[in-house]
């Protein structure tokens, strides 16, 4: 007998009678989102990108070479994983051992011993790492050796020193996980420090603008760019980044407005705190936003000219070597080094290598190991997402930097691998020809054939035997 | 592109650039590298003819007149240097200022001295709408009128207005400062009206002062923030 038969046997009703289906509509979910609203008369507030199931890389097989193609051996046979960015205009481009790179997270969201963390493992790793909202911290200037500047709406902590000792500036417009939104600090964030970075007083929850005070439109953004130039001589890559949205004609006006690099970040972005509302639903997949993004490029013949980031939900190499193969130059990963870094893990480190459990205060926080997006609230239980003096102890720069230091290298690896088994000697030489879709809407996103099948929706079909 | 053709001014170590022959990228180098290596500390710059980001980016103790009406991002992200343009600025002048003193002699567009530092910029005419948006910490004189949304989320530093304000003045202010002369339009959300104090009128005189403006401070008013937006969540846990 089935439990809800059971139930209902108990219960003293007819046997065939199901007494306990949930409602598709008003699942528990949503019931308790509802009853939220009504107790609070606020929306909530979390950390972390998106948790709905979206289409993404995951819908996407390689083709690995066999008759057609010859793969390498895959320890003799070198792959270069070299890349570089901000050909374009700037004097002096990035170079990167690796086309993955450490996306932008704010000092302020994530403590100054996580930055710097990031900033070692980036440098041991030769790539880049990236600023975020609330300015360049001495930490992660001193541990990175190619650090990206961001210059977001906000413009906290923005100063004419920190765009000179940059390697890149990174013009922000938007986020994946809230295009059109402004960030958020809550207030138990702002902690003294993390305050007069942002001139603001200290435990006031922090709301950052979602236009830049000083530029409006893509016509303006052109002369953004240039002042951006003139003030570095023309000497660094000019990044902007947008929040995956209407990315056809976005990317067309990032080249227009004089971009070298263009980072297109998808709703799968992670967040430290962003109304739940705008993570859900804003913004489209990654996987959309790149095919798009290439389109683009694609149109303007731009490509290998202006260079494609992308980001949002990068998780291994096999993601990695998707995204390159679909057209992007390299991906950025923030949520991933998370992770790497202990994030939802059950224990934290201490200096010694011993584990200390963590569970209890995920516990307190409502949660547990798996489940946490609590980093708006300050207390992340593994020491990340903190400002507080105690916590932050959690996380031992050195033992953050190999670990992160590992995942990179693990994801080149795995990338390199999945290169040589399609017959690349250069992980920039993956193309959309490797890549078939397991699922029409993956198929229709990415613009590649249904496994199997020489189908890709929306493109007209080749007759048979062609 | 044109090559740098330069010749010395009256003074001894000072150097004129006329934009009609030079182009601004091999002006802006000089501010920023070649004056300081030549001791060079007065520049004049002719004939903008609108160019954006002239005098942008200097980092030193230099003087920079420029004659006639500038583009976008006048003296941007400037330290130290004193730059004045006797002309017109377009959108963004002194936008992220640090130190010194930008003046415009003339009018300046919007967004005027957005997200600004430190330092004091002065408009002897009008201010366009968004005059002082994002300010943290820099002061602003303006000699005329701003226009609307003035000081959006200006977050620390003074704002001296000798004319009138549009709608929206002081919206979601943080800890920033305005003192006005005229009338405003309407105030933003959390802006209000507060007394002056003695220390009021010794920032209103001094910042004119520095404008070389000649207003009594007791004509002035102070506007400042309510700080009902700074806790967004007050009412939070408050479950009924
Ligand atoms: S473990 Fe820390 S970083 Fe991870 S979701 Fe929770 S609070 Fe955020």
């Given amino acids: 007998m089935a439990a809800h038969q059971a139930d209902a046997a108990a219960a003293g009703a007819p046997p065939h009678r199901l007494r306990t289906e949930e409602s598709w509509g008003y699942d528990r979910r949503n019931i308790d989102y509802i009853q939220h609203a009504a107790a609070t008369g606020l929306y909530e507030i979390r950390g972390m990108g998106a948790k709905r199931h979206l289409p993404h890389f995951d819908d996407l097989l390689f083709l690995g070479a066999s008759l057609s193609r010859y793969p390498l051996e895959g320890y003799r046979e070198r792959c270069s994983t070299r890349t570089i960015l901000g050909t374009r205009y700037a004097k002096r481009p990035i170079e990167l051992a690796m086309p993955i790179t450490i996306a932008g ?12 963390a990031l900033g070692r493992a980036a440098t041991e790793a030769g790539t880049s790492t990236t600023t975020g909202d609330g300015g360049m911290t001495e930490e992660e200037r001193r541990s990175s050796k190619t650090l990206v500047y961001q210059c977001l709406p906000s413009r906290y902590g923005f100063n004419p020193d920190d765009v000179r000792r940059a390697d890149a500036i990174e013009i922000v417009i938007g986020q994946g996980a809230k295009p059109g939104g402004g960030g958020m600090l809550l207030g138990q964030k702002v902690n003294p420090r993390v305050a007069a970075m942002r001139t603001l007083p200290a435990g006031i929850d922090q709301r950052s603008a979602c236009r830049h005070p000083d530029w409006t439109g893509p016509d303006d953004l052109v002369i953004k760019i240039q002042e951006l130039r003139e003030i570095t001589d023309w000497e660094k890559p000019i990044y902007v980044k947008i929040g995956a949205t209407r990315v056809f004609n976005d990317v067309k006006l990032c080249v227009h407005a004089g971009a070298d690099v263009i980072v297109v970040d ?22 959309a936003a790149v095919r798009q993004a290439v389109d683009a490029l694609e149109d303007l013949n731009m490509r290998g000219k202006v260079q494609l980031v992308v980001s949002g939900g990068i998780r291994s190499g096999a993601d990695i070597a998707k995204a390159l193969a679909m057209g992007a130059d390299a991906v950025a990963i923030g949520q991933g080094m998370l992770v790497a870094l202990g994030c939802n893990s059950e224990s934290w480190v201490r200096p010694d290598g011993r584990h200390v459990s963590a569970v209890a205060d995920y516990a307190t926080l409502g949660t547990a190991p798996g489940y946490c997006h609590h980093c708006h609230t300050g207390r992340c239980p593994v020491g990340l997402t903190t400002q507080d003096a105690a916590l932050e102890l959690r996380l031992e720069p050195a033992i953050g930097a190999r670990r992160v230091r590992n995942y990179l290298k693990t994801l080149n ?3 390199a691998t999945v290169a040589r088994a399609c017959g690349k000697q250069d992980v920039h030489h993956l193309e959309k020809e490797d890549l078939v879709a397991l699922t029409v809407e993956a198929a229709a996103m990415a613009g ?7 189908w890709i929706p929306g493109v007209a079909r080749r007759p048979e035997g062609d | 592109m044109a090559r740098v053709t330069t010749k010395p001014a009256s003074a001894g170590n000072s150097r004129e650039f006329d934009l009609a022959n030079v182009a601004l990228r091999e002006v802006n180098r000089f501010l920023h590298q070649d004056a300081a290596n030549e ?7 002719l004939n903008p003819d609108g160019a ?27 330290k130290l240097a004193r730059v004045t343009v006797n002309g017109n600025a377009g959108p963004g002048a002194a936008e992220n200022m640090m130190s010194g003193l930008v003046r415009v002699r003339g009018y300046a567009s919007t967004g005027a001295g957005a997200s600004a530092h ?14 002082g948006i994002s300010l ?7 000699g005329g009128s701003v226009g609307s949304f003035s000081a959006f989320m200006a977050q620390a530093g003074r704002i001296v207005i000798c004319g009138d304000a549009g709608d929206a003045l002081g919206d979601s202010l943080y800890e920033a400062v305005i003192y006005i002369r005229g009338d405003v339009r309407s105030l933003g959300a959390d802006a209000r009206f507060e007394p002056m104090t003695d220390q009021d009128l010794a920032a209103v005189k001094e910042l004119l002062t520095t404008a070389g403006f000649k207003h009594a401070p007791g004509e002035f008013r102070r506007i400042a923030s309510a700080k009902s937006l700074y806790h967004w969540n007050a009412d939070a846990n408050q479950e009924y």
């Fill in chain 1, 266 to 287: 998808g709703m799968q972005g992670g967040t430290a705190a962003t109304q739940t509302v705008f993570i859900e639903h804003i913004g489209i997949p990654t996987l």
């Fill in chain 1, 413 to 415: 690896m795995e990338l």
């Fill in chain 2, 52 to 78: 954006h980001s002239v005098a942008c980016g200097l980092n030193a103790e230099l003087e920079v007149e420029v004659d006639g009406n500038v583009g976008y991002y006048l003296a941007g992200m400037n």
């Fill in chain 2, 118 to 131: 430190g330092g004091c910029l002065v408009i002897e005419g009008d201010a366009s709408l968004r005059c």
């Fill in chain 2, 39 to 45: 001791g060079v500390a007065q520049v004049r710059v």
């Fill in chain 1, 105 to 116: 997270m704010s000092f302020g969201s994530l403590s100054a011993r996580v930055k710097e």
């Fill in chain 1, 448 to 454: 590649v054939p249904l496994a199997g099948t020489s």
């Fill in chain 2, 136 to 142: 943290k910490g820099g002061d602003i004189v303006v």
